[in-house]
């Protein structure tokens, strides 16, 4: 059974910069794709970015592109999101998810999701 537990969410300026993290336990096969989707209040959940666990294969949100980079380390399970030039309207919860299919743009690809972490960006 695959757990996700996701850090590194917080307050940040406009134009700063944010690193989470989503911690993966479990078996994940090569094929599977590691997603970030954010809900913020009022809102429907957004895909945000998606990479595959293996090959490093990345897809981004129209929103985030240019300013948001997703990575993964296998050796440590992780899964990471680099946020720059961080905009108020990117306030939301964000959470990781994992999808057994590639490209996964959709949440209602995604089976197994952490609990998220709130990022605030103040204007």
């Known amino acids: 059974q695959v757990q996700l537990v996701e850090s590194g969410g917080g307050l940040v300026q406009a134009g700063g910069s944010l690193r989470l993290s989503c911690a993966v336990s479990g078996v994940i096969f090569n094929n599977y794709a590691m997603g970030w989707f954010r809900q913020a209040p009022g809102k429907e959940r957004e895909f945000v970015s998606t990479i595959t666990w293996t090959s490093g294969s990345t897809n981004y949100a129209d929103s985030v592109k240019g300013r948001f980079t997703i990575s993964r380390d296998n050796a440590k399970n992780t899964v990471y999101l680099q946020m720059n030039s961080l905009k108020p309207e990117d306030t939301a919860v964000y959470c990781c998810?994992?999808?057994?299919?590639?490209?996964?743009?959709?949440?209602?690809?995604?089976?197994?999701w952490g609990q998220g972490t709130q990022v605030t960006v103040s204007s």
């Open positions: 998810a994992v999808a057994p299919t590639f490209p996964a743009t959709a949440a209602r690809q995604y089976n197994t």
